[in-house]
């Protein structure tokens, strides 16, 4: 591995693994040690002569066939990393996501006749195949490794000395392996580093590829790093959420890979993203500077394909939904999709759009209270004023006060020196919608109270009140009426929020899916006309979406981003391994008309037809299934299963406390 153990300290650790099945702790390198007892487990014997596993001509077209993006991409940067290394007659090594090697670039001199073919296309360096080796090491480990002479498992391999690095695709995924191999008296410091970066070259080149349909920003901490090999790239739908990144631009934003598909721009960076495009639209080719929510500058140079760029600085805004305010073809008609209930939230909302009548909206966890709430500002007479938004829910309790009242210059330690007008000023002419009103902590609700019965505002610190106009949007997703009946929300300040309250439906109880579906795609990928397959569609029709419309979503993005450039239909392929488990189990139901009951087949074994042992279950009973398969599926991870599931933490830990009662 990456410091060579000395070679009788190898031998010593080698003979007691045999001996005993255990290696020895401390002497050789921990990932060689597990390597080797995989090795072990798979059967494998260091003196064993097997012979090399090779694949088919049938299986070997089809992997070429299916892996043609990430092999056209290889091979110029296989053939500039082979000019480097030609002298000490190494071999260039590409592999697929088993370890089954693509593409050689070299004539490997130096292995015997009978061990060449060892080193060609079709030949398996999986480690259950060969034990330890750079290839099936680094992929088993899922990252950058060196494995010299005698570390490889099988003796028969200890004449080489190989440097691999895994290549991930856009999404987070292992796409295969690049290896270069050699004799192992030839060994050479900086082959992994050559390596490493050569499949990060490989991984920048792919995602720009597989991402070209999206905006993509090219990060880097200074200008000048931006379209060198250290930089990040980041892919963003149209709608501002991040579907793609490669390890820097991960790195730069703070993110790892389960935040792909699950993280909108504005809630890491500073900025939104049709200021972003406009900016770009002015300069081009300048570098922007933005700024991470922790304060750190980042450098981002925007690349988008031109011939997408005016449907998305079309669709950008259509996010934030600012058209014309008549009824029909309104902010909000543009989400109305269909449903009887949704329709006639909407219908209520905006008959009090351009009166002083506070509105509740209620709806679970991602029904799309906020994205109504935008909708209903942009249809009314304020459009042209601010929208701010706040979540009450997620400010910490001690800084409420500053972050919503603002402060006077020097109020407190720690206070900006030129004092701060607070969230509720900044809605002035506007709306201002807060968003789960029921967590504000009961000292707030006093002062939010006297806000908007006084409509001014005084800042922390400050003696004199300041006049404020705003219309008032909340929203909550527990009922507000039981919260103020149990003392946790005040009575006084319920009635007053409460001019008129409209519940938005969950989405498993929407009659719209079909239509929904479409607008949902048709919003990830405009130019694309992106389909769902029936049976897919009646699957997702009839899925609890406990995650509601963020997590339908969020699958829906992810699954685009696994098209190939081939392909414009959704298909069972394109799910998440954790949805399809659960998709599979529920009973397909009519995506056009509503979900109705909805039946669950129990454990059924994939591609077994569900219909056939249908057990009646509540729709609440289906939505626990569906937390429980994803907490299973991620190993109890809390954190990465509402993030899958597209609810927040809080949200996830009530309704588990809400099954156990
Ligand atoms: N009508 C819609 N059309 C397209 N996407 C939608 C729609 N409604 C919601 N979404 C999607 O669901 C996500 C969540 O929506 P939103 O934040 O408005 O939900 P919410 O009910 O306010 O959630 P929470 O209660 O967690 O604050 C959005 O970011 C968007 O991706």
Redesign the pocket.
């Given at each position: 591995m990456r410091s060579p153990s000395p070679l009788l300290a190898l031998r010593q650790a080698r003979q007691q693994l045999l001996e005993t099945g255990q290696c020895p702790a401390g002497i050789v390198d921990e990932r060689l040690a597990r390597s080797w007892h995989r090795s072990m487990a798979a059967g494998l014997a260091p003196t064993a002569r097997v012979s090399p596993e090779h694949a088919s001509t049938h299986h070997l077209r089809h992997v070429l066939a299916s892996n043609h993006a990430l092999l056209a991409h290889s091979r110029p940067v296989m053939e500039y990393v082979f000019d480097q290394v030609r002298q000490s007659q190494s071999v260039v090594v590409l592999a697929d996501s088993a370890g089954m090697l693509m593409h050689t670039l070299g004539d490997p001199h130096f292995v015997d006749k009978a061990e060449r073919v060892a080193l060609t296309s079709g030949a398996s360096w999986n480690e259950s195949h060969r034990g330890t080796n750079a290839i099936g090491t680094a992929l088993a480990e899922r990252g950058a490794v060196e494995i010299h002479g005698s570390e490889h498992f099988l003796e028969r391999n200890g004449f080489l000395t190989c440097a691999a690095s895994p290549i991930l695709s856009a999404t987070g995924e292992l796409s295969g392996i690049l290896d270069i191999s050699g004799d192992h008296r030839n060994g050479h410091a900086h082959t992994l580093g050559l390596v490493s970066t050569a499949a990060r070259m490989i991984e920048n080149r792919l995602m720009v590829a597989t991402c070209k349909r999206n905006i993509r920003l090219h990060l880097h901490a200074h200008p000048e790093g931006i379209g060198s090999v250290a930089e990040g790239i980041i892919a963003l739908s149209d709608?501002g959420w991040i579907v793609g990144a490669n390890r820097v631009g991960l790195a730069l934003l703070r993110l790892n890979t389960g935040d792909i598909g699950a993280t909108?721009l504005e809630r890491v960076l500073d900025v939104r993203l049709d200021d972003l495009l406009s900016r770009h639209k002015r300069r081009p080719l300048q570098a922007q500077q933005l700024r991470l929510h922790n304060g750190a500058i980042v450098f981002a140079q925007i690349q988008v394909d031109p011939a997408v760029l005016p449907a998305i600085s079309h669709a950008a805004p259509a996010a934030a939904a600012t058209p014309a305010s008549k009824p029909g073809v309104d902010a909000l008609s543009a989400?109305d999709t269909g449903d009887a209930r949704w329709r006639s939230a909407a219908d209520k909302a905006r008959r009090i759009v351009a009166k002083p009548i506070p509105l509740l909206v209620q709806?679970e966890?991602?029904?799309?209270?906020?994205?109504?709430a935008r909708a209903l500002h942009a249809s009314g007479p304020r459009r042209d004023g601010p929208f701010v938004a706040i979540?009450c829910g997620a400010i910490p309790e001690s800084l409420i006060e500053s972050e919503l009242f603002g402060y006077v210059a020097g109020a407190f330690t720690g206070a900006r020196k030129e004092g701060s007008p607070g969230r509720l000023r900044e809605a002035h002419g506007g709306t201002l919608f807060l968003?789960?009103i029921g967590d504000m902590p009961l000292t707030m609700q006093t002062r939010l109270l006297r806000v908007l019965q006084e409509r001014t505002v005084t800042p922390v610190g400050a003696g004199k009140a300041v006049a404020v106009d705003f219309a008032l949007v909340c929203?909550t997703?527990c009922k507000l009426a039981e919260a103020a009946a149990n003392g946790k929300f005040r009575h006084d300040l319920y009635y007053r929020i409460n001019g008129l309250t409209v519940t938005?439906p969950a989405l498993r109880d929407r009659s719209d899916f079909a239509a929904l579906t479409e607008?949902?795609l048709s919003?990830l990928s405009p130019a694309l006309g992106v389909q769902v397959a029936p049976e897919l569609l009646s699957r997702l029709a009839a899925y609890p979406w406990p995650g509601?419309?963020?997590q339908y979503?969020?699958v829906l993005r992810t699954a685009c981003a696994m098209l190939q450039d081939s392909e414009d239909t959704l298909d069972w392929a394109h799910m998440p391994d954790d949805l399809l488990e659960a998709l599979q189990a529920v009973a397909p139901v009519a995506a056009a008309s509503s979900p109705g009951p909805a039946v669950v087949a129990g454990a059924a074994p994939l591609g077994l037809q569900p219909a056939a042992v249908q057990v009646p279950q509540s729709l609440q009973a289906l939505s626990q299934v569906a937390i429980q398969q994803t907490l299973e599926a991620t190993r109890g991870n809390v954190s990465l299963a509402a993030r899958q599931l597209g609810?927040?933490r809080q949200?996830l830990y009530r309704k588990l406390a809400a099954a156990s009662v």
């Amino acid at each position: 591995m990456r410091s060579p153990s000395p070679l009788l300290a190898l031998r010593q650790a080698r003979q007691q693994l045999l001996e005993t099945g255990q290696c020895p702790a401390g002497i050789v390198d921990e990932r060689l040690a597990r390597s080797w007892h995989r090795s072990m487990a798979a059967g494998l014997a260091p003196t064993a002569r097997v012979s090399p596993e090779h694949a088919s001509t049938h299986h070997l077209r089809h992997v070429l066939a299916s892996n043609h993006a990430l092999l056209a991409h290889s091979r110029p940067v296989m053939e500039y990393v082979f000019d480097q290394v030609r002298q000490s007659q190494s071999v260039v090594v590409l592999a697929d996501s088993a370890g089954m090697l693509m593409h050689t670039l070299g004539d490997p001199h130096f292995v015997d006749k009978a061990e060449r073919v060892a080193l060609t296309s079709g030949a398996s360096w999986n480690e259950s195949h060969r034990g330890t080796n750079a290839i099936g090491t680094a992929l088993a480990e899922r990252g950058a490794v060196e494995i010299h002479g005698s570390e490889h498992f099988l003796e028969r391999n200890g004449f080489l000395t190989c440097a691999a690095s895994p290549i991930l695709s856009a999404t987070g995924e292992l796409s295969g392996i690049l290896d270069i191999s050699g004799d192992h008296r030839n060994g050479h410091a900086h082959t992994l580093g050559l390596v490493s970066t050569a499949a990060r070259m490989i991984e920048n080149r792919l995602m720009v590829a597989t991402c070209k349909r999206n905006i993509r920003l090219h990060l880097h901490a200074h200008p000048e790093g931006i379209g060198s090999v250290a930089e990040g790239i980041i892919a963003l739908s149209d709608d501002g959420w991040i579907v793609g990144a490669n390890r820097v631009g991960l790195a730069l934003l703070r993110l790892n890979t389960g935040d792909i598909g699950a993280t909108l721009l504005e809630r890491v960076l500073d900025v939104r993203l049709d200021d972003l495009l406009s900016r770009h639209k002015r300069r081009p080719l300048q570098a922007q500077q933005l700024r991470l929510h922790n304060g750190a500058i980042v450098f981002a140079q925007i690349q988008v394909d031109p011939a997408v760029l005016p449907a998305i600085s079309h669709a950008a805004p259509a996010a934030a939904a600012t058209p014309a305010s008549k009824p029909g073809v309104d902010a909000l008609s543009a989400l109305d999709t269909g449903d009887a209930r949704w329709r006639s939230a909407a219908d209520k909302a905006r008959r009090i759009v351009a009166k002083p009548i506070p509105l509740l909206v209620q709806g679970e966890s991602g029904v799309g209270k906020e994205m109504f709430a935008r909708a209903l500002h942009a249809s009314g007479p304020r459009r042209d004023g601010p929208f701010v938004a706040i979540n009450c829910g997620a400010i910490p309790e001690s800084l409420i006060e500053s972050e919503l009242f603002g402060y006077v210059a020097g109020a407190f330690t720690g206070a900006r020196k030129e004092g701060s007008p607070g969230r509720l000023r900044e809605a002035h002419g506007g709306t201002l919608f807060l968003d789960e009103i029921g967590d504000m902590p009961l000292t707030m609700q006093t002062r939010l109270l006297r806000v908007l019965q006084e409509r001014t505002v005084t800042p922390v610190g400050a003696g004199k009140a300041v006049a404020v106009d705003f219309a008032l949007v909340c929203a909550t997703h527990c009922k507000l009426a039981e919260a103020a009946a149990n003392g946790k929300f005040r009575h006084d300040l319920y009635y007053r929020i409460n001019g008129l309250t409209v519940t938005l439906p969950a989405l498993r109880d929407r009659s719209d899916f079909a239509a929904l579906t479409e607008r949902l795609l048709s919003d990830l990928s405009p130019a694309l006309g992106v389909q769902v397959a029936p049976e897919l569609l009646s699957r997702l029709a009839a899925y609890p979406w406990p995650g509601n419309l963020r997590q339908y979503a969020s699958v829906l993005r992810t699954a685009c981003a696994m098209l190939q450039d081939s392909e414009d239909t959704l298909d069972w392929a394109h799910m998440p391994d954790d949805l399809l488990e659960a998709l599979q189990a529920v009973a397909p139901v009519a995506a056009a008309s509503s979900p109705g009951p909805a039946v669950v087949a129990g454990a059924a074994p994939l591609g077994l037809q569900p219909a056939a042992v249908q057990v009646p279950q509540s729709l609440q009973a289906l939505s626990q299934v569906a937390i429980q398969q994803t907490l299973e599926a991620t190993r109890g991870n809390v954190s990465l299963a509402a993030r899958q599931l597209g609810i927040s933490r809080q949200t996830l830990y009530r309704k588990l406390a809400a099954a156990s009662v």
